[in-house]
Nanobody
């Protein structure tokens, strides 16, 4: 099973990007049965920070720094997780990873996820 992110790039302060994460090797029903999440690792930081999560039932959760600007969604028929990012700021710069775990309640800690993608770079310039 692989998670493959795409959609990263370089934008200016205030810009927008849409990230995608495709889950290959899984039936669509199993993709929908997981907690799915976006994390990011910012330059100079060792810990990955939770950006957004979406539960098996579609309930979203967001990190405080992105609330009101980012939207997480999924299309289980396409086995794809999305992250719509608007009003981007330089501090949003980092490598964005998608992750999944079989869990009823999605956790905020990266240790709560066993499957990860390879990451996609997002750079926001001021």
């Amino acid at each position: 099973v692989e998670l493959v992110e795409s959609g990263g790039g370089a934008v200016e302060d205030g810009g927008s990007l849409r990230l995608s994460c495709v889950g290959s090797g899984l039936p669509a029903s199993q993709f929908n049965g997981y907690c799915l999440a976006w994390f990011r690792q910012s330059p100079g930081k060792n810990q990955r920070e939770m950006v957004a999560t979406i539960s098996r039932l579609g309930t979203p959760g967001y990190g405080d720094s992105v609330k009101g600007r980012f939207t997480i969604s999924k299309d289980h028929t396409k086995k794809t997780l999305y992250l719509e990012m608007t009003r981007l700021k330089p501090e949003d710069t980092g490598i964005y990873y998608c992750a999944r775990e079989v869990r009823q309640v999605c956790l905020e800690a990266p240790g709560g996820y066993s499957s990860w993608g390879q990451g996609t770079q997002v750079t926001v310039s001021s």
